[in-house]
């Protein structure tokens, strides 16, 4: 499956931001999706999980109530809706696909088959 992430930008802090992220190639509802993001200087962090059929979702802890991850699998897409941005939510969002499904959704980025491109989100004090 192929990936497009999109939706980012320069944003003020306190703004919001929808992510999207469009799949091809294969059959979309097959693939738990996640959003990742990696900061300057900084490893590759889990943000959010959503499963097949949207029945289960995943959040880091630190960031749930301003993260929100849905799927429409008609449009093949996933998206994450960011709130209140902050300066440390300034990152390269990734999505990814993890055929496997079980549960808890995992987490590891390596667990994940595979991966957009990203997409930049820099949030300005």
């Known amino acids: 499956v192929q990936l497009q992430a999109s939706g980012g930008g320069l944003v003020q802090a306190g703004g919001s931001l929808r992510l999207s992220c469009a799949a091809s190639g294969d059959i979309f509802s097959l693939y738990t999706m996640g959003w990742f993001r990696q900061g300057p200087g900084k490893e590759r962090e889990f943000v959010a999980a959503i499963s097949p059929f949207a029945s289960t979702s995943a959040y880091i802890n630190s960031m749930k109530g301003r993260f929100t991850i849905s799927r429409d699998n008609a449009k093949n897409t996933v998206y994450l809706q960011i709130n209140s941005l902050e300066p440390e939510d300034t990152a390269v969002y990734y999505c990814?696909?993890?055929?496997?499904?079980?549960?808890?959704?995992?987490?590891?980025?390596?667990?994940?088959?595979?991966w957009g491109q990203g997409t930049l989100v820099t949030v300005s004090s």
């Open positions: 990814a696909a993890d055929l496997y499904y079980g549960l808890p959704l995992r987490r590891i980025p390596g667990e994940y088959d595979y």
